[in-house]
């Protein structure tokens, strides 16, 4: 009888300390929290800052191909010109010819404007934005970075692509760097190949939300072993490969809600593989 008074009293106190306690510990899981937040903003910032250190180092390495991208519309201008300088002495100069040479001069320049700005664009210090963009328009960016080194190694660029594809909601510039990696690497892994066989095939499929996009080689493939390993940090079989290229591409299509593989292509070669979304996620974030 005397004890249930004690007993009661010791009752209360035990419960109000294990609320103190449960509040102390919801204090605490808030603040780890927060942190982990502040954590994984820094991480992601890195994250975008590593991948544009790798798109100037990219750039710094293609430079006299793109010079060489950049001076072909420049030669057909100054041959144009030369041509209205000609036309022109001409005691009767011919108008029509002089209009169509000055009209395909301002062609050649906005070409040449264009393929500046692609590269601009892509070394540009900038946060991560996604933004409604096209596929084709992504390829076409790319295509102009890289078409001299296809000539170069004399590889035949296949481009199948589905009609009417709707807009992804993407970040334009890493997506552009995806597919920059994925043909560069292409290219790459083809050196070996005779001349005749280096096909490179981009192809793009619709599947329900998601646009696949494959890149598709015939170069010497991938042993099955090394097919998660590519995808490590500095894992690099290249004389002066940095190995992060792989890396970042893997961590920018998983920002993106997609997923990036690469698996052994039945005709030879391997064909890297990645998805991403078409409209705009419930779930998405900037990458
Ligand atoms: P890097 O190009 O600097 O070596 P990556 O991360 O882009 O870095 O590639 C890592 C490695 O994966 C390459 O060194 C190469 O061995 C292998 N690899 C990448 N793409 C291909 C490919 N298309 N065919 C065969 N091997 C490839």
Known sequence: QTQAPLLAQFMRRSFSYLVASEQQLIQNLKRRNEDLLVTLDSLRQ??????????????????SSI??????????????????????????????????????MGGQAKRAGQIIRGIRE??????????ACRIEELIDTVLSLLKAELQKNQVLLILEAEANLPP??????????VLFNLMRNAI????????????LTVRLVRERHLLKVQ?????????PEQLEQLFKPFYTTKATGMGMGLNICRSIIEHHQGRLWVEPNPGG????????????????HEP
């Open 46 to 63: 890195t994250q975008a800052e590593l991948a544009r250190v790798a798109r100037v180092t990219t750039v710094g390495q293609l430079t």
């Open 67 to 104: 010079a060489h991208e950049i001076n072909q519309p420049l030669a057909a201008i100054t041959s144009y010109a030369s041509g209205c300088h000609n036309l022109l002495a001409q005691p009767q100069p011919d108008l029509v010819q002089i209009g169509n040479a000055i009209g395909k």
């Open 122 to 131: 892509f070394v540009r210090r900038q946060e991560p934005h996604r933004s």
């Open 168 to 177: 992804l909601y993407a970040d334009a510039v890493m997506l552009e760097q």
């Open 188 to 199: 790459e892994a083809m050196c070996e190949t005779p001349a005749n066989q280096r096909q």
């Open 215 to 223: 890149i598709i080689d015939r170069g010497a493939g991938i042993a």
């Open 269 to 284: 070669g391997c064909r890297f593989i990645f998805t991403v979304p078409f409209s705009e996620e419930p779930q998405a």
